[in-house]
C-alpha cells in the first residue's frame, strides 16, 4: 500500500531564511509526487508536481527514489509563505492521490 | 471559468441520517474525484468517477457511495450517518482524468453529525 510522511506537524522559520518541507513515500510502483498548498480561507491549490520539474514562487523538489523523498525547498522564505502544505503522491493513473498529514508553515517577521 | 463548487456548504445531521453532497465541476471537466478531510486522519480519497464510470476507490465502508451524472456532476451519498463521519468533504476536478493533469478543488461541505 502507499503511504506518504510529512515527519513535521508545525515548521517555523524566520524571514529569508532557507525552508526545508520534509516528505518520504512508499510505493512499489514508479511514483508521481506533487505538493498541494492551502493558504488561511483558501481552497486546496497545486503547488508543484515532480514531472514538471519546475519552479514555483521560488520552490522546487527534488525526487529521490533512493532515498524515496520528494522535500520542497525554497532559499528564501517570504512571509506570504505561511500556508499549510501537503505532500501528495499520485496512483491509479493519477486518479487518486494519497496525501500526508500536511505542515504548517510559519514564516515569521 | 468558474472554479468547482460544492453544496451545500454546510450540514447538520444526526446519527442514523442519511446525506448527500453535490459537487459541480469546472466547465469540460469530466473527472471528479471526492475526499475526506478530518484532524486525525487528514485527507483521504474516497473515490473518483470520469465519464460517469467509477475508476478508483479508497478505503471506506459501503456506506459511502457516489455517482457521476452525464453532465460531469457528481454526488456523493452516506448512508446510516456515524458521528466519525463528522468531516471536511472535499470534491476535486480535473480535465480529462488520463496522466497527472491538475486537480482542481472545491472549497468543501463541513457535515457535523451529532
Known amino acids: 500500500a502507499q503511504r506518504v510522511t510529512q515527519p513535521e506537524k508545525l515548521l517555523s522559520v524566520f524571514k529569508g531564511a532557507p525552508v526545508e518541507l520534509k516528505c518520504n513515500y512508499s510505493?512499489?510502483?514508479?511514483?508521481?509526487l506533487f505538493w498541494y498548498v492551502q493558504y488561511s480561507r483558501q481552497r486546496l491549490q497545486l503547488l508543484l508536481r515532480?514531472?514538471s520539474r519546475e519552479s514555483i514562487k521560488g520552490f522546487t523538489a527534488d525526487l529521490n527514489k533512493g532515498e524515496t523523498s520528494f522535500h520542497l525547498k525554497k532559499p528564501f522564505a517570504q512571509e506570504e509563505d505561511s500556508a499549510m502544505y501537503y505532500c501528495?503522491?499520485?496512483?491509479?493513473?493519477?486518479?487518486?492521490?494519497?496525501f500526508g498529514t500536511g505542515t504548517q508553515l510559519k514564516v515569521e517577521l | 471559468k468558474a472554479g468547482v463548487t460544492q453544496t451545500p456548504r454546510y450540514l447538520i445531521k444526526t446519527r442514523g441520517q442519511q446525506v448527500t453532497l453535490s459537487c459541480s465541476p469546472i466547465?469540460?471537466?469530466?473527472?471528479v474525484s471526492w475526499y475526506q478531510q478530518t484532524p486525525g486522519q487528514g485527507l483521504q480519497f474516497l473515490f473518483e468517477y470520469f465519464s460517469e464510470t467509477q475508476r478508483n476507490k479508497g478505503n471506506f465502508p459501503g456506506r459511502f457511495s457516489g455517482r457521476q451524472f452525464s453532465n460531469s456532476r457528481s454526488e456523493m451519498n452516506v448512508s446510516t450517518l456515524e458521528l466519525g463521519d463528522s468531516a471536511l468533504y472535499l470534491c476535486?476536478?480535473?480535465?480529462?482524468?488520463?496522466?497527472?493533469?491538475?486537480?482542481?478543488f472545491g472549497p468543501g461541505t463541513r457535515l457535523t453529525v451529532l
Open positions: 476535486a476536478s480535473r480535465l480529462s482524468g488520463q496522466g497527472f493533469d491538475e486537480q482542481f
Open positions: 501528495a503522491l499520485g496512483t491509479g493513473g493519477g486518479n487518486k492521490l494519497t
Open positions: 466547465s469540460g471537466h469530466r473527472s
Open positions: 515532480h514531472i
Open positions: 510505493y512499489s510502483g514508479s511514483p508521481e
